[in-house]
């Protein structure tokens, strides 16, 4: 009897322990999200004082190229600082939520509880309220940068098309092209920039977004060449005298099956990789010049079928299918890395001078590319 009496008061004693230490650490809890609530505020207010200058900057007629550059990089900047202090408080948010979900519902009327109970349901409530709505204008801020961003890529790009057309700067005048020459260490060292970022990205947030979106590009590549190769074959090719659908559906299946390559590795990342903003939006164009590409050259590849001219569905010789098939090719594949470089230039805000070059230089290329294929063609009879 006189040990069990000792082992409910040990019981008792364990259960005072317990309690007495849960105090300091739900009063640190909760000095940590009053903290975080503080902090996120004193960083709206900054963020959002410096978003609306910009905004009357960018309003003003005389803003110049140089200076709408060096805009959209504190834009960019400023959405980024908004990002991270609405990912700052959510571990907070969180915590102070759980805890409100433990304490339960108040009370039906004509019930009570304990006063220190209710007292913390308040003090945590309020607590939930100020983050979320700190929170909602982080995410607003957020928003007003990339659109105000947007507009500044709107002004580049029409200041981008006068200069083209301007007789100073025109794609004949050697000084175009030495300036987008010069402007090609600046990409190349913001484009390492960019990556780092990224990579410090995933080791804040504890992922590896970079090499699974490499690994994502790898895997798709090396599906879509195997593809091309004929290594995924799954039934021998039909004699030529085979019905005209058919043939037909084998020029257009390869076509096919690289745009749905591509889509599954578009959804993949998608839906399950968390990018930087700059970073996903250089992601989503490799993407979409790639899908592009894939798309067309497997659909050129089912056309001309260099080797197989029983199944080719133009009349021209093996030589010349061959030909324009690699021509068509280096012409699709050099309009898929323009694109890209135009995103590149674009997240990295290189100067218009590198765009206006680049963009000459691609339609050189092209030009000389289709001249040459069309005398392929001609020449096949």
Do not use: C
């Not at 012409?331 to 206006?356: N, W």
């Amino acid at each position: 009897m006189i040990a069990r009496h000792a082992l409910l008061h040990i019981r008792l004693l364990m259960l005072i322990v317990v309690l007495v230490a849960a105090i300091p650490l739900q009063g640190a809890l909760a000095q940590q999200a009053d903290q975080a609530a503080g902090k996120a505020e004193r960083t709206y207010t900054d963020l959002k004082a410096k978003i609306d200058k910009l905004r009357t900057d960018l309003a003003s007629v005389a803003v110049t190229g140089a200076e709408l550059q060096t805009k959209r990089q504190q834009l960019e900047a400023l959405r980024t600082e908004a990002l991270a202090a609405q990912s700052e408080i959510q571990r907070p948010l969180s915590d102070s939520t759980e805890q409100l979900k433990k304490l339960g519902d108040p009370p039906a009327e004509g019930q009570t509880e304990a006063e220190s109970i209710a007292s913390e349901r308040q003090r945590l409530t309020e607590s939930v309220t100020r983050l979320e709505a700190v929170s909602k204008q982080l995410e607003l801020l957020t928003l007003e940068a990339g659109q105000l961003s947007a507009l500044a890529g709107e002004r580049q790009r029409s200041e981008f098309v006068n200069r083209i057309f301007q007789a100073t700067r025109s794609v004949v005048n050697p000084l175009l092209w030495y300036d987008g020459i010069s402007a090609l260490p600046t990409m190349l060292s913001r484009f390492e920039a960019l990556i780092s970022s990224w990579r410090t990205f995933d080791k804040d947030k504890k992922t590896n977004s970079f090499w699974l979106v490499v690994a994502i590009f790898s895997a798709s590549l090396l599906g879509i060449v195997a593809l091309w190769m004929g290594w995924l074959r799954a039934v021998v090719e039909a004699p030529a005298h085979d019905e005209d659908l058919r043939r037909l559906w084998r020029a257009v299946r390869v076509a096919i099956y690289s745009f749905a390559i591509i889509v599954v590795a578009t959804i993949i990342i998608n839906l399950l990789i968390d990018m930087p903003p700059r970073s996903e939006r250089l992601v989503k164009m490799i993407l979409l010049a790639g899908l592009s590409a894939a798309t067309t050259i497997g659909l050129l590849r089912g056309i001309l079928r260099p080797g197989r001219p029983d199944l080719r569905l133009v009349n021209l010789s093996t030589a010349s299918a061959t030909q324009a098939f690699q021509l068509a090719t280096w012409a699709v594949l050099i309009v898929a890395i323009g694109r890209i470089v135009d995103e590149i230039a674009s997240v990295t805000f290189l100067p218009v001078e590198f765009s206006i070059a680049w963009s000459a230089g691609v339609a050189v290329l092209l030009v000389v590319i289709i001249s040459t294929l069309l005398v392929v063609v001609r020449r096949s009879g």
